[in-house]
């Protein structure tokens, strides 16, 4: 549980507001991934880094800005979001990017967008 | 188009009954299969998953789940549930030629005692 961190657990933001997302994972893995999940819905993946590189940008709005300045940290920058991004937001890694490896997962960030 | 399918979005069970929660998969090639539990306010977890050999994968918390690929299923049992086993449970498969996981939309368990 505590090896995929994310801060805030909690963020309440205006849509004119710029904040950031963190997560950090403690496991040594190469690949790390942002979702969204909502209500109903399955999780949707975002954005792929596989040594810090962007592997795969999953049709995502330019108001979602990630970075990945080395393997263990991951940021989602936000701006000018709308009222529909309000959703839980998971941050997850693995071992490498694709083929068996299972992702680990951190609890979360849930963003309310006013 | 690969896809993943959780026909229930909600399973009841009497604890200390068996229980399944089912899952169907589309995807070309051999698969990779998973299930997760998402407990609340927590992320996901892992449970367990399928990558080739036998057809009947175990797992963490008891949990166990048996491949069949002329059905394209992977269900999730469980002999004995428990009132802890309540949460939200998402199957999830990935082809052997990409990076992406796709999710099904997740059952909820809900255990009563």
């Known amino acids: 549980e505590t090896g995929v961190t994310q801060t805030p657990r909690h963020l309440v933001m205006g849509m004119t507001n710029k904040k950031s997302l963190k997560c950090e994972q403690h496991?040594?893995?190469?690949?790390m991934y942002w979702y969204k999940q909502s209500a109903k819905k399955p999780l949707e993946l975002m954005f792929v880094?596989?040594?810090?590189?962007?592997?795969e940008n999953n049709s995502v709005p330019s108001r979602f800005s990630p970075e990945c300045p080395n393997s263990s940290h991951l940021f989602l920058h936000l701006h000018t979001l709308q009222p529909e991004d309000s959703a839980l937001y998971l941050c997850?890694?693995?071992?490498?990017?694709?083929?068996?490896?299972?992702?680990?997962f951190g609890p979360g960030t849930r963003l309310t967008v006013t | 188009a690969q896809s993943v399918a959780q026909p229930e979005d909600q399973v009841n069970v009497a604890e200390g009954n068996p229980l399944t929660v089912k899952c169907t998969y589309s995807?070309?090639?051999?698969?990779?299969l998973f299930w997760y539990v998402q407990y609340p306010n927590r992320g996901l977890q892992f449970l367990l998953k399928y990558i080739t050999g036998d057809n009947l994968v175990k797992g963490s918390y008891g949990f166990e789940a048996e491949f069949n690929k002329s059905q394209t299923s992977f269900h999730l049992k469980k002999p004995s549930a428990l009132v802890s086993d309540s949460a939200l449970y998402f199957c999830?498969?990935?082809?052997?030629?990409?990076?992406?996981?796709?999710f099904g939309t997740g059952t909820r368990l809900q255990v009563f005692p």
């Open positions: 880094y596989s040594l810090e590189e962007r592997v």
């Open positions: 995807v070309s090639g051999n698969p990779y």
């Open positions: 496991l040594g893995h190469n690949a």
């Open positions: 997850a890694s693995s071992q490498d990017g694709g083929g068996a490896d299972e992702q680990y």
């Open positions: 999830a498969s990935r082809s052997y030629n990409t990076d992406k996981l796709i």
